[in-house]
């Protein structure tokens, strides 16, 4: 089994920034992918930042040049650096790895952004 723990989210003002963390633990061999999605009140999940064994980074438009994404393979832990905050980017972050085929997810945490 595979186990996902986030940490880092917040109430911040707009502009602000923060920091969220994803340690991944248990069956975390040949981990393809590592990222983040997040989903806002009454609308779909959706990709913010996905990074790819090997380094390849994709981001969401709505987030490039705010947001990046890295990761620390010895620690098995992807970050997600998000910085210029605005009201929009307030949901619930969800970590995820690819694995062998399959995807995990973690149970999220919440972002605020107030204006």
């Known amino acids: 089994q595979v186990q996902l723990v986030e940490s880092g989210g917040g109430l911040v003002q707009a502009g602000g920034s923060l920091r969220l963390s994803c340690a991944a633990s248990?069956?975390?061999?040949?981990?393809?992918?590592m990222g983040w999605h997040r989903q806002a009140p009454g609308k779909q999940r959706e990709l913010v930042a996905r990074i790819i064994s090997g380094g390849p980074t994709n981001y969401a438009d709505s987030v490039k040049g705010r947001f990046t994404i890295s990761r620390d393979n010895a620690k098995n832990t992807v970050y997600l650096e998000m910085n210029s905050l605005k009201p929009e980017d307030t949901g619930v972050y969800y970590c995820y790895i690819v694995r062998t085929g399959n995807v995990y997810w973690g149970q999220g945490t919440q972002v605020t952004v107030s204006s």
């Open positions: 248990g069956s975390i061999f040949s981990i393809n992918v």
